[in-house]
């Protein structure tokens, strides 16, 4: 063995030979393992690690015309749900032979087209991409024209393919859930909603479920970013008796920023106020309180949108996939008994 390692490298075809299979389905043990016998696989990963093979990905991708790699934009792994679409993706394309890479764009929209436009220079059969308005994006403009074909993730949309929840009815949900505890004023935090169609939707939402249950209108606080708090604007939004008893963030993250500076102002959560988040973050569960939150399976939505994108690349076939959102019942959020009281 260690003299074929230091010899010529050995062939596709030699590898065939030795696991008495044909070179096609070396090829697809390579580049499509879904397709092969799970025997046979490991039949061929054992002859081709005795022998140190690795297949020349460079060579393949010039005669075919494709680098198997597919490109992952997302708007930062600080947030574990981004962390889990790129795990649910990764895991889906490496069942089909191709690659990810990926890069970050910390919510700001010139970021997304510099991020788009390098993953295009690397020739990559196709890009999953989180945007920040999928209406007004330049980014998605410029796929469409160059022909490079995409899935959204998170973002909803009506004209391009698209894996995500949907948050109009899940933001429903949250503010009925509020008002069965008794809630009636609700108040609803954000970052800038131009860097998130998201939180916008989210706040459509919630105000027309407001309406509906003839609750006051939802006010909206805008945060310095989608993970950020203001203490400034936190204390002027509960100094009055029309201050809020629940408090209705865009995502987890911020959630859980808010129930930090709320500490520190002196309020404690559930008992003076009550706090609800957005995306079902795995660490909620064991938070003290407990985070009420709505689950928004990162990992779904990630491998959802890489299927839809290999069926695009594969099939030339084009659409949209919703993934379900589940109402998670912390202890952030408690029955509202007596008014809010309480000024630190």
């Known amino acids: 063995m260690d003299n074929k390692r230091r010899g010529a490298p050995v062939s596709l075809i030699e590898i065939a030979r030795e696991a008495a299979v044909s070179p096609a389905t070396v090829s697809r043990a390579f580049n499509r393992p879904a397709l092969v016998q799970a025997k046979t696989l490991e039949r061929i990963m054992a002859v081709a690690e005795q022998h140190g093979f690795r297949p ?10 494709s680098t198997r790699t597919l490109g992952l934009v997302l708007p930062t792994l600080s947030n574990p749900v981004f962390a889990d679409c790129f795990e649910g993706a990764e895991m889906r394309a490496r069942e089909s032979g191709y690659s990810v890479m990926m890069t970050v764009t910390h919510y700001d929209p010139a970021l997304e087209a510099a991020a788009v436009h390098r993953l295009i220079d690397h020739q990559l059969d196709g890009v999953i991409l989180t945007v920040a308005n999928p209406r007004q994006s330049a980014v998605l403009k410029a796929l469409k024209t160059r ?3 995409y899935v959204l993730a998170y973002n909803e949309s009506s004209t391009h393919p698209c894996s995500a929840v949907d948050n109009h009815a899940a933001a429903c949900d949250m503010v009925e859930h509020l008002a069965q505890l008794g809630h009636r004023r609700i108040a609803f935090i954000s970052g800038p909603l131009s860097m998130s169609d998201r939180a916008a939707t989210r706040l459509t939402g919630s105000r027309s479920r407001a309406r509906s249950l003839g609750l006051s209108l939802i006010r909206h606080y805008i945060m310095p970013s989608h ?21 209705f963030c865009s995502n987890d993250l911020l959630a859980t920023a808010v129930i930090v500076s709320l500490r520190e102002l002196g309020y404690s959560v559930p008992d003076d106020i009550s706090v609800a988040g957005f995306d079902g973050i795995r660490y909620g569960t064991v938070m003290s309180p ?23 690349i594969e099939h030339q076939q084009s659409r949209s996939q919703q993934v379900p959102h589940t109402l ?3 202890a952030s959020a408690a029955r509202l008994n007596l008014p809010l009281t309480h000024r630190p």
């Open 56 to 65: 020349n990905r460079l060579g393949s991708s010039l005669r075919s015309g």
């Open 147 to 149: 022909g490079v074909s």
């Open 227 to 247: 993970t950020q708090t203001d203490n400034g604007i936190l204390a002027q939004m509960l100094d009055g008796a029309a201050r809020p008893s629940a408090l």
């Open 290 to 312: 407990s985070l009420t939150t709505i689950e928004a399976a990162g990992y779904e939505i990630g491998k959802t949108a890489c299927h839809l994108l290999l069926e695009q």
């Open 328 to 330: 998670i019942t912390g």
